[in-house]
């Protein structure tokens, strides 16, 4: 990792002390969650310092204190505990907070279409049937589940903003010059709502993902985990969960509305993703 890259930048822009901090808006709500979230790893890398065996690590934060230790002095080094502190909150939010927010999401988009939810199944049971779990080789013969999938990631658009970070030098995109040291945020539902690349930006619409031969479809324009060097470091355990949860939920499992219950909101709550609102499900054994 180049020190111009180092992790410790999210750290100086999202730490108490930034001018982030002063300003108003719903980012304040994140750096709170930020900050209770740090505090509380910092807390779990302590205990591994205090009980870890060096010839034995039992995880990422004893593999990764063992390099800060080897790169004592080296003041070249990103080997920090504020690196480890933000390498074990990407990892968590790519690969549970980001899960679970999608697949409650995806939940109430099978309510609101049990048309899908129906074709759904119907793929699975032809693909799987009802006795066997899914295995990610499945995928492949799967293409409107992948799709379905793919289309409640676009819509739920659950992290509309990138993590923020500062260019090393001056950087030309189209006819403009970012200039060193600019702080760039990517906006990322400005992409996966982008009225000239779907057909349906703020619709369901699993087709977006299809095309006329009923075949799964890559699109351009489909980047949640963002891109490049900034790209998601959990974005293939995140893939591989949403795969195996959702189909076994959908394989086991019809959902609806309970009697006499409202239709579930799709307000956005802000926190670390966006989750809808609390909602009462009701899931049929199939």
């Excluded at 730490?15 to 910092?42: C, M, T």
């Excluded at 779990?133 to 492949?140: F, K």
């Excluded at 509305?257 to 809808?276: D, H, K, M, Q, Y």
Aim: glycine share 4%.
């Amino acid at each position: 990792m180049s020190k111009e890259y180092s992790l410790e930048v999210e750290v100086k822009l999202l730490a108490a002390g930034s001018w982030l901090s002063y300003l108003p808006g719903p980012h304040r709500e994140v750096q709170k969650h930020f900050e209770d979230l740090s505090a509380r790893i910092r807390e779990i890398v302590n205990e591994h310092k205090k009980t870890r065996d060096p010839a034995c690590p039992r995880d990422l934060i004893d593999a990764y204190l063992e390099e800060i230790e080897k790169a004592e002095g080296n003041p070249e080094s990103t080997f920090t505990e504020q690196n480890l502190t933000l390498i074990v909150i990407d990892l968590f939010g790519a690969g549970t907070e980001t899960t679970s927010s999608t697949i409650l999401w995806g939940m109430i988009y099978m309510v609101f279409h049990p048309e899908v939810q129906k074709r759904v199944q119907e793929e699975i049971d032809t693909v799987i049937g009802k006795l066997r779990s899914p295995v990610m080789e499945d995928q492949l013969s799967m293409p409107y589940v992948s799709a379905v999938i793919h289309e409640i990631q676009r819509l739920a658009d659950i992290v509309p903003l990138a993590f923020p970070y500062i260019t090393y030098k001056d950087a030309e995109v189209g006819e403009f010059v970012i200039p060193k040291e600019t702080l760039v945020v990517s906006h990322v539902s400005s992409v996966l709502k982008d009225e000239t690349m779907w057909e349906k930006p703020h619709e369901f619409y699993p087709e977006h993902f299809l095309d006329a031969e009923g075949r799964f479809v890559r699109r351009e324009a489909f980047l949640p985990f963002s891109l490049g060097r900034h790209v998601c470091p959990g974005e293939q355990l995140a893939k591989m969960e949403l795969f195996l949860f959702f189909t076994s939920l959908l394989q086991h499992f019809t959902f609806c509305l309970p009697e006499n219950c409202p239709r579930p909101s799709v307000e956005r709550v802000f926190a670390i993703t966006i989750s809808p609102s609390p909602f009462q499900i009701r899931a049929i054994p199939r």
